[in-house]
């Protein structure tokens, strides 16, 4: 099984900053992309922020300059920075990878539990 488990989440002020990290576990032969997505209450999930395993980002309009997303390919890790939070960000942020369990498996899709990201006014 492939495993992903959030961290980072919190609460912080607006204007404030904070850092999600997401780490993959199990049987894992390749990773091709992880992500960012969130959902608000009454709110569709919707994409923050994608990379590819050839390293080409993928952002939301809506987060475009104030977060950054990074990959540690070697250690199956995605992380999330997310500087001049607004209270319009909080929701709960989950973490997904694209990946191969083995050699001969179909890619398949694979999420978090989420962590709460609450931003104040």
């Known amino acids: 099984q492939v495993q992903l488990v959030e961290s980072g989440g919190g609460l912080v002020q607006a204007g404030g900053s904070l850092r999600l990290s997401c780490a993959a576990s199990?049987?894992?032969?390749?990773?091709?992309?992880m992500g960012w997505y969130r959902q608000a209450p009454g709110k569709q999930r919707e994409l923050v922020a994608t990379?590819?395993?050839?390293?080409?980002?993928n952002y939301a309009d809506s987060v475009k300059g104030r977060f950054t997303i990074a990959r540690d390919t070697a250690k199956n890790t995605v992380s999330l920075q997310m500087n001049s939070l607004k209270p319009e960000d909080t929701a709960v942020y989950y973490c997904n990878c694209y990946a191969n369990r083995t050699p001969w498996d179909n890619t398949g899709n694979y999420w978090g539990q989420g962590t709460q990201v609450t931003v104040s006014s």
């Open positions: 990379i590819t395993s050839g390293g080409i980002t």
């Open positions: 199990g049987t894992i032969f390749r990773i091709n992309a």
